[in-house]
């Protein structure tokens, strides 16, 4: 059995280290010039520890959850999974290109859902003809259209709900090899959910790997079926979801 | 199958051996630059829909809307010809001063805005950099290319002012179309310099208008630069007429209009200077961003 696995994404011993710009405690000018004057290390720049040697494999057709109070790492590691910050120390092997999907991921707020829907496919790689095939099946699937014309609307006016629908719509139009989600279940309402939850499924079964980074540990529940817990940058556990699960919520209550 | 998750299924390989026995890659490793190239080239229609975005997003909010890519240069124009050609009075040594002063403020601006659109390149898309895996120097061409778009409205414009002001039409114009493709060569070059080191200094941000502003001053946009340099040793006369965006300039007027002064150096030498320019400023600003293309969102 082990031998038909085949692992999609190797992580070895991974640390990242990323540096704030701005974060200066003494942020008035006097400050600035002291900080230059004395030359202190890197002067407004400070370095943040994220993720301290983190070891895993993750294989074709697994949904994968991570999980972990905020600020224990989970967004940078999906992050240099998906070789967007270089990971300072270790290395991270993925099989094709993995696609990050967050819930702050860029859009242009001053055009319309369309136009952002046609970038959104062609900065993932995807070629013209299938984006024009494609668009309006984006659209509907992210349902902004049920209440008036809304994809024509700039997306400054949509409410942050429907934004992260048509993300979360638009990466998940594409067949990943892997697939990263960031928090972008917990957003939108319980039709939606229900619906990208079945999508995931659907990309799993596509032979994909998928990652999912959420607080809502029901959601966990019902996509993975295998759960890292992230603490402080380091793997508390690793396992099946309703063993972690359960310890975690355990942990949570606890504190 | 539960077991299976827990257990590596590969105990005796190494993480970086059963990686590589799959063929899977180390991700955010730098492509070559032949690699680099073709994807670029996969993402064109990115890039350009992306720099049509762009072009479209500056101006929603404006109650005239597009209408601005016109408006914008004939107002520059008329600010510019208020001060040096009505209140200083420089007009009188230039003759159709209205369209030498226009050839200098349009060409220069574009490859002025594209310096300054492509120092914040990368600093100002650093949500799609960390959202999205495709090559970045897609950032700094789109950025061009909104600019090259926004040129040929003020190009437009500038035909418009050359034909009013009595000159008249020649073949010699195209010459403008070899002429804007080394400028695009050029500040295309420029754009990706300028937007790797906008990201490793991000106080250029800061010091780019002034850099900008002291090039406007140097580059014979309002004045003669040939007639401003006599008094100087030829050597640095020569020098001076270097700068890339006095020949581009001074090429436009020479195509534009019948009565240009004479210049430095004689026509078919700026061809080459500005030839040269392009090659050089396009190829290394190239190189230089790919070199950076791993660092990229590293913040």
Known sequence: MA?????????DDVHIVYRVHGAAKDSSPLGALRRIASRGPSATVREVHAVKGVSFTAHEGEAVGLIGTNGSGKSTLLRAIAGLLPATKGAVYTKGQPSLLGVNAAMMADLSGERNVVLGCLAMGMPKGEVRAKTQEIIDFSGINERGDFSSLPMRTYSSGMGARLRFSIAAAKKHEVLLIDEALATGDAKFRKRSEDRVRELRAGAGTVFLVSHSLSSVRDTCDRTI????GVI????PTDEVLAAYEEFSTAK | MAEAVVTEPYPALAPAQLAAMHGLRAAGDRPGLREYVRSLWAYRHFIIAFANARNVATLTTARLGQLWHVLTPLTNAAVYYLIFGVILGT???IENFVAYLCCGIFIFGYTSAVASAGTV???SNLNM????????????LSVTI?????LLASMAVLIAIVLVTGEPPRLAWLTLIPLLFLQTVFSGGLALLLARLGSKIVDLKQIMPFVLRTWLYGSGVFYSLTTATDSMPTWASTLLHLNPMLVFIELAREALITTTPASHFSVSSMWAVAAGWALVMGAAGFLYFWRGEKEYGRG
């Not at chain 1, 508390?236 to 396992?239: A, I, Q, S, V």
């Not at chain 2, 950099?129 to 700094?140: D, N, V, Y």
């Not at chain 2, 909104?146 to 926004?150: E, H």
């Open chain 1, 3 to 11: 031998e038909t696995r085949i692992p999609t994404v190797v992580v």
């Open chain 1, 229 to 232: 817990w992230l603490e402080s």
């Open chain 1, 236 to 239: 508390r556990m690793d396992g």
């Open chain 2, 91 to 93: 007009s009188s040594r």
């Open chain 2, 121 to 123: 390149a990368i600093t």
């Open chain 2, 129 to 140: 950099i960390r959202a999205l895996q495709f090559p970045r120097a897609s950032l700094p």
């Open chain 2, 146 to 150: 909104t600019q090259f778009q926004q």
